[in-house]
């Protein structure tokens, strides 16, 4: 893999190493890097569910190439008791953190082999020692198990983490595989509409293919519109 320049480079600089990257093809990569670079860097970008690190990559890239902002990636990658599949083995963090050395982007990225639920209650989440006093979060890609319960059990744990203003994307939305997906978000927008379930939310739209196998956008509210 070839190493990329040092400083600020653009999403066109960056993707011939981006797609170089072992990991998800269709990731909305270019949208993951727009947001990314706009995050504050005192706030978080979190992924929940790396695989090897390519979505997560890319939004160190952006963050990189603007405000800074530190990206956590949440992951069991083979720990006791999560599924055992392809996506949750333990050389998959390997990959990322190889892969991140490779791409000068090691110091932007920190990996979190944890189940989400109890990552979520992290608190020192800033570089060592440093207590940040939970999480503050302005960028949140989810895209770990597919599955009714395990969405919603990550909905539940980062959603109220999100600050104003800040971005939710959800991955493989109405993908024909993971149909639980699509049923879970509609039915947390429809509450959303009604009672404003885990604070105000906005929907921005879809990413759709050959962008990406489906990804929805919402942008975290500061009140009801």
């Not at 744990?157 to 049923?183: I, K, Q, R």
Request: hydrophobic fraction near 45%.
């Amino acid at each position: 893999m070839r190493s990329a320049a040092t400083g600020p480079v653009t999403f066109a600089e960056w993707k011939p190493l981006i797609d170089e990257i072992i990991g998800e093809t269709f990731m909305p990569s270019a949208r993951l890097f727009e947001l990314a670079a706009a995050v504050p860097a005192a706030h978080h970008i979190v992924e929940v569910g790396s695989y090897c690190g390519k979505s997560a990559l890319t939004m160190a890239a952006g963050a990189r190439s603007g405000r800074g902002a530190h990206v956590y990636c949440v992951d069991t990658w083979g720990l006791p008791f999560a599924p055992v599949n392809p996506y949750n083995v333990p050389h998959n963090l390997g990959y990322l953190l190889m892969q991140a050395e490779a791409l000068g982007l090691a110091a932007q990225v920190t990996p979190i082999r944890m189940y989400s639920a109890e990552a979520a209650k992290v608190r020192d989440v800033g570089p060592a020692g440093d207590d940040l006093g939970g999480w503050n979060i302005g960028l949140l890609f989810i895209d770990a198990a597919h599955f009714r319960a395990d969405l919603e059990s990550d909905m539940a744990a980062w959603l109220p983490h999100v600050a104003p203003g800040g971005h939710v994307l959800f991955h493989d939305y109405h993908y024909p595989l993971s149909p639980d997906v699509a049923e879970v978000i509609d039915e947390w927008w429809a509450a959303v509409e009604n009672h404003g379930y885990y604070g105000y939310w906005e929907k921005v739209g879809t990413i759709e293919p050959p962008e990406s196998t489906w990804t929805i956008e919402f942008r975290r509210a500061a009140c009801a519109s």
